[in-house]
Antibody
Framework: EVQLVESGGGLVKPGRSLRLSCSTS????????MRWFRQAPGKGLEWVAF??????????EYAASVTGRFTISRDDSKSIAYLQMHSLQTEDTAVYYC????????????WGQGTLVTVSS | EIVLTQSPGTLSLSPGERATLSCRAS???????LAWYQQKPGQALRLLIY???TRATGIPDRFSGSGSGTDFTLTIFRLEPEDFAVYYC?????????FGQGTKVEIK
């Protein structure tokens, strides 16, 4: 069974940092590109970051709103994806979800349940 | 960036009825790259449809996706009690991937 479990969320003050983890199981993590999305309270879904597979150089892409502040990475030996967040702002308050890109169609076929990040003084 | 607009915002229906959800894009979306998801409180998003019309693994055949270009539809034939949820469309053919704002299907 494919599982993605996010962790690391919590309450943090503006300007501080936080690292989210996405622990996976039930599939060969090495073969899949990974993404993070977020959903602010009462709002819609927003793509945050992408990382390709290691054979493709683990290249990364970011939404304009987080470029320069967030870093996505992966540890294939542990089957974990990370999202390092710096200089957090109140607008970053959201539930953060990790997903994988399906190999066949590139859609986001499995999602975690999310971890809540609250940025507040 | 492709903007997706879903309608209606809320759909009030009874179990057994048919739900028709619309998703309109601001630019043409390759029909291979339009997906529909179901979201329930506290649960992971569930992929229902990809490629505009292909059901994901394990999705009942009462869920049907159609459309092309800029207009897409998700139809739920004969609503079951577990189908009352929020539904999102997503385009994943161009970056950034974007979502509609969601349609809530609630019990009438």
């Amino acid at each position: 069974e494919v599982q993605l479990v996010e962790s690391g969320g919590g309450l943090v003050k503006p300007g501080r940092s936080l690292r989210l983890s996405c622990s996976t199981s039930g599939f060969t993590f090495y073969d899949y590109a990974m993404r993070w999305f977020r959903q602010a309270p009462g709002k819609g879904l927003e793509w945050v970051a992408f990382i390709s597979t290691s054979p493709y150089g683990a290249t990364t892409e970011y939404a304009a709103s987080v470029t320069g502040r967030f870093t996505i990475s992966r540890d294939d030996s542990k089957s974990i994806a990370y999202l390092q967040m710096h200089s957090l702002q109140t607008e970053d308050t959201a539930v953060y979800y990790c997903t994988r890109d399906a190999i066949s169609d590139f859609t986001n076929d499995f999602w975690g349940q999310g971890t809540l990040v609250t940025v507040s003084s | 960036e492709i903007v997706l607009t879903q309608s209606p915002g809320t759909l009030s229906l009874s179990p057994g009825e048919r739900a028709t959800l619309s998703c309109r894009a601001s630019q043409r979306v390759s029909s291979r790259y339009l997906a529909w998801y179901q979201q329930k409180p506290g649960q992971a998003l569930r992929l229902l449809i990809y490629g505009a019309s292909t059901r994901a693994t394990g999705i009942p055949d009462r869920f049907s996706g159609s459309g092309s270009g800029t207009d897409f539809t998700l139809t739920i034939f004969r609503l079951e009690p577990e189908d009352f949820a929020v539904y999102y469309c997503q385009q994943y053919g161009s970056s950034p991937r974007t979502f509609g704002q969601g349609t809530k299907v609630e019990i009438k």
